[in-house]
Nanobody
Framework: QVQLTESGGGLVQAGGSLRLSCAVS????????MGWFRQAPGKEREFVARIGWVGTGIISYADSVKGRFTISRDDAKNALYLQMNSLKPEDTAVYYC?????????????????WGQGTQVTVSS
């Protein structure tokens, strides 16, 4: 059974940093497209960042986090990361990692087939 487990969320002041982790088990992680999404109360789940499998060189970010967040993966550890710097109150949300069995690296949530349970990130002003 495929499982994605996020960790690293918490409460931080504006301008601070957090590093989210996503442990992946039960699938071939190294060939999976991976993404981070977030959902704030009353809002739809939105794309944050994506990263392709080894050799694709595909990494991209939502405009709202570009220059502040960095997505990375460690295939040896079956882990996905999201380094979040210069956090803002508007970054407050539940953050989810997701995996896709596709021949491309999606940006839409509907194209990811496996999701973690989410981790809460709260940024105070």
């Amino acid at each position: 059974q495929v499982q994605l487990t996020e960790s690293g969320g918490g409460l931080v002041q504006a301008g601070g940093s957090l590093r989210l982790s996503c442990a992946v088990s039960g699938r071939t992680f190294s060939s999976s497209a991976m993404g981070w999404f977030r959902q704030a109360p009353g809002k739809e789940r939105e794309f944050v960042a994506r990263i392709g499998w080894v050799g694709t060189g595909i990494i991209s970010y939502a405009d709202s986090v570009k220059g502040r967040f960095t997505i990375s993966r460690d295939d040896a550890k079956n882990a996905l990361y999201l380094q979040m710097n210069s956090l803002k109150p508007e970054d407050t949300a539940v953050y989810y990692c997701a995996a896709a069995s596709k021949f491309y690296v999606p940006t839409k949530a509907g194209n990811y087939d496996t999701w973690g349970q989410g981790t809460q990130v709260t940024v105070s002003s």
